[in-house]
């Protein structure tokens, strides 16, 4: 089928997105079998190009491009037979203009589809043909990679913010430790409180989350078996889909036969009855009705010269042969014979209308069971969609007291590995039922200073020496990390800059003549008329302060910002209030003008 070679193409592009390939899920990619044919165990397609021009970027005169699925998850992507990671297969076609979105594949039912995107859409679909798509990519990755660096900046940050002052505690050499059972125990009554009272707040709000969560499970469960109950029940109701197109269409032409018949048959038995006429007036034709039965035989003459078939204009000439020596006979012998005729006429018409008086009611009948069909379907769909959506909002909020479940786990484990860090254990504090600190924060810093205290006190030997220089060492590789960590930021945001410039500079070079080029074909295709793209965004609002470095902000802001293209048009006779106002076939001519136009500029 044509649908199944441009999603074999779309795939092979590097589309992710199953729904996009007509298809719930991965897996429907592989044939799943007929009564006729077993089902496969792998979905793979190919593709492969002639390079010897050297329009791929690739040192190969013939380029292959595979991708295969099999039913146990396992996924190949393959060029030229090497096996490479998706990315690569998206920023290898990127490179050569090309991709799975955009205009690269134009899908039956979406000729339209340039006018119909936003102009954010729009622009996508420009820069992959223009080929800045591999600098989207690149500053997408250069993004990537300065958040993650970012990130490891301010950890290393912390880390040093919080060697420094143990650094400075071990310089110090303390005499005497006079006040140490005095510190040690308020030290103590403070740990207590701040992770006796946290410890507590965890575990109380666990057990508040987890009848809920059971309830939500069984409540999802239940309604995932009604949904599964209506899913078969509109399985069934399809099954029982009646047959009629095939059997209305039978009837029609079953009837028009009939009619053309009965047509025929009315024809005949008017000229019987006017022969019956004729030959009952023929003793007067001479004298009275000589000049009407010549009119008789003219008009059928006539009429069957107008019909133009040789086999009834020979039945018509022994007809009027018929009918002159019927005029001219002096009895009505052949009255009684025609009247028999006539008469056998009328009973193949009368059987002929009760034929289709039959036709009439299995055609009805036939009707019937359609709509029947329609309205019970119809009911059983929109009771499944209205399940459907309870079934969705009853996961949602599963899923959402799973996450906020684990989220309490996470930080019940971070507590323990706190109250580890500070050499004690999780039990001691289990059975804790004191009054809660009112600032954590400032217990915190407490704590934390006098942690320095005890460790300050006391005599200094090898072991401190050692932690110190330990210490020492991982605060200067610290530093030197945060050092370079700045620098790979400066490095990252100048390319990100050089990125941007190259793909506005590019872009806007570029939007000028694919503009002129779907004037041209707008033009062209409406014969008249005149078109523009136009490349706008949205400002944020003018700043009050007047200061320069205000002001650089937002200069800065507004052209880092998206641009979207928007679409500009007038055509011949018909004046326009908006794009939606355009038909389906203005709309679909707009958007091949615009495909040309690109096409013209990027080819």
Same mark, same amino acid.
């Given at each position: 089928g044509k649908s199944n070679i441009t999603d074999a193409l779309r795939w092979l592009l590097g589309e992710r997105e199953a729904r996009n390939?007509?298809?719930?899920?991965?897996?429907?990619?592989?044939?799943?079998?007929?009564?006729?044919?077993?089902?496969?165990?792998?979905?793979?397609?190919?593709?492969?190009?002639?390079?010897?021009?050297?329009?791929?970027p690739v040192d190969y005169k013939e380029v292959s491009?595979?991708?295969r699925l099999s039913r146990d998850g396992e996924s190949e992507i393959l060029l030229n037979k090497s096996e490479i990671r998706l990315k690569d297969i998206i920023d290898f076609f990127a490179k050569s203009r090309m991709g799975a979105r955009g205009l690269s594949i134009v899908s039956q039912g979406e000729s339209d589809i340039f006018i119909n995107s936003t102009p954010l859409e729009r622009r996508e679909m420009i820069e992959e043909i223009l080929g800045l798509k591999e600098y989207q990519i690149k500053k997408a990755e250069a993004l990537r990679r300065l958040k993650n660096t970012g990130f490891n900046l301010e950890k290393a940050k912390a880390l040093i913010d919080e060697l420094a002052p143990h650094l400075r505690m071990l310089k110090k050499q303390v005499s005497r430790y006079e006040g140490r059972e005095e510190i040690a125990g308020e030290l103590s009554e403070l740990e207590n409180r701040y992770y006796g009272s946290r410890l507590k707040k965890i575990k109380n709000a666990l057990l508040k989350l987890q009848p809920a969560l059971r309830d939500a499970e069984k409540e999802l469960s239940n309604e995932e078996a009604i949904t599964k109950k209506l899913e078969a029940e509109i399985a069934n109701v399809r099954s029982s889909e009646p047959e009629t197109d095939e059997k209305i269409k039978l009837i029609q032409n079953k009837r028009k036969a009939l009619l053309d018949s009965k047509f025929n048959l009315q024809k005949d038995l008017s000229r019987l009855e006017a022969r019956l006429e004729l030959t009952q007036n023929a003793p007067d034709v001479k004298e009275i009705n000589?000049?009407?039965?010549?009119?008789?035989?003219?008009?059928?003459?006539?009429? /069957?010269?107008?019909?133009g078939? &040789?086999?009834? =204009?020979? $039945?018509?000439? /022994?007809?009027?042969?018929?009918? &002159?020596?019927? =005029?001219? $006979?002096?009895g009505n012998d052949g009255s009684l014979e025609l009247k028999k005729s006539m008469e056998r006429l009328e009973a193949d018409?009368?059987?002929?209308?009760?034929?289709?008086?039959?036709?009439?009611?299995?055609?009805?009948?036939?009707?019937?069971?359609?709509?029947q069909f329609n309205e019970k379907f119809k009911e059983v769909f929109i009771t499944f969609e209205?399940?459907?959506?309870?079934?969705?909002?009853?996961?949602?909020?599963r899923n959402n007291l799973v996450f906020e479940s684990e989220k309490l786990d996470i930080k019940l484990k971070d507590l323990s590995v706190q109250i580890l860090e500070i050499g004690r254990k999780a039990s001691e504090f289990e059975t804790w039922s004191g009054i809660p600190l009112e600032d954590e924060e400032v217990a915190t810093r407490k704590m934390f200073r006098l942690r320095g205290e005890l460790s300050a006190i006391g005599e200094i030997d090898q072991n401190i020496v050692k932690d110190y220089q330990e210490t020492e060492e991982r605060h200067t590789f610290l530093v030197n990390q945060v050092e370079d960590l700045e620098k790979a930021i400066a490095d990252l945001n100048s390319l990100i800059k050089d990125l941007d410039?190259?793909?506005r500079h590019e872009f806007n070079s570029a939007i000028s003549r694919i503009s002129k080029e779907f004037d041209?074909?707008?033009?062209?295709?409406?014969?008249?008329?005149?078109?523009?793209l136009t490349v706008q965004r949205e400002l944020d609002e003018p700043v009050e302060d007047k200061n320069e470095e205000a002001q650089e902000e937002q200069t800065e802001n507004s052209e880092e910002a998206e641009s979207g293209v928007y679409i500009d048009i007038s055509l011949p006779r018909k004046r326009l209030k908006g794009l939606e106002v355009l038909s389906g076939g203005e709309k679909a001519l707009v958007s091949i003008a615009a495909l040309f136009a690109l096409i013209s500029v990027s080819p």
């Open positions: 390939l007509r298809g719930s899920k991965v897996e429907d990619l592989i044939f799943a079998g007929t009564k006729d044919r077993a089902r496969m165990g792998l979905a793979q397609a190919s593709m492969y190009f002639d390079n010897s021009s050297g329009f791929f491009i595979s991708r000589l000049m009407a039965a010549l009119q008789d035989v003219r008009n059928l003459a006539y009429s /069957s010269v107008e019909d078939d &040789i086999k009834k =204009l020979k $039945s018509a000439l /022994s007809q009027i042969v018929s009918l &002159i020596d019927t =005029l001219f $006979s002096k018409i009368e059987k002929i209308d009760k034929e289709l008086r039959t036709l009439d009611i299995s055609e009805a009948d036939s009707n019937k069971n359609v709509r209205a399940e459907r959506s309870k079934l969705l909002k009853l996961r949602e909020e410039y190259k793909i041209k074909y707008i033009n062209t295709l409406f014969g008249g008329g005149k078109a523009k």
